[in-house]
């Protein structure tokens, strides 16, 4: 049987804990967006400027899109992002599911901001989607004049990150890579990858409904004001396509993300056969949950 598909809120989209949601979405807000409220006193985005200053001291093993200063490290928020979260935490109500969070036709409409990148930056970037192409039914095309829903493809300094999903209400959607070298930081191939998964819809891995049967998280190591970048999604938003949890998904964050001192914050809770928060590749699971949310050709004969 299928799982839901789509995202959250008005118009917008989410993804999936590392799977789909069921209609509407995140968008487009950032760091500070909640102010000092918000989750029930858990602010998500609140002690994100702790990180900030430790970006250039980040050794070179850490994904960094898990210090680019959004939500959960790189997934940039709208308004009816924020709304949600507030009603799942604050008001204890799910969130009215409208909307669809694919991308028509299984297309991403696309476009380099001027000047961002050299051309060896660009084919890193292009060779990300590429390997999405050969390994799903979608397709990346160039945005044309005139379009005005596209993702704008940034190479600011500050990470990587990226909304999540498709938002015709949105117009340019956000999608950042800083500019490294390619092979490195946020041009390691895994990494395109994975923010062009939050493009196509997909949440990270451990933000999945279920997630509390397979990870502990361990808020005792966790840095202060960082709580809410461990969101969880609620069973009646998201849905994991009936792909199991993927403790190697490149959609998975490390063992020691948003950690205050350096020791474990997502405990896995079964064995696991390498290691959390790979980035060296995209496992069969992350093709096959992007094949199920787009309803690509043979995806629900596995």
Sequence with gaps: MRGATGGLLGGEGLGGGAGSLVSGGLGSLGAGALGGGGLGGVNPVSGLTSLLPIRGLIPPDINPEEYSGQFQGDIVLDEPAIDYMVNQYAMVRSAVVVADVRWPNNTVVWQFNDNDFDEEQQAAIQEGMQLVENNTCIRFRLREPGETVYVNITGNATGCYSMVGYGAVRGMHVLNYAPHPPGTGCLRLTTVVHELMHILGILHMHSTHDRD??????????????????????????????????????????????????????????????????????????????????????????
């Design 213 to 302: 049967n397979y990870v502990r998280i361990v808020e005792e190591n966790i840095a202060p004001g960082m709580l809410g970048q461990f969101f969880i999604a609620g069973a009646q938003d998201v849905s994991n396509l009936g792909v199991p949890y993927d403790y190697l998904s490149c959609m998975h964050y490390s063992s020691n993300a948003f950690s205050a001192n350096g020791n474990v914050t997502i405990e896995a809770l079964q064995e696991v056969n390498g290691v959390m928060g790979q980035r060296d590749y995209i496992t069969d699971s992350d093709w096959l949950r992007i094949n199920r949310h787009y309803d690509c050709p043979g995806a629900w004969d596995e």
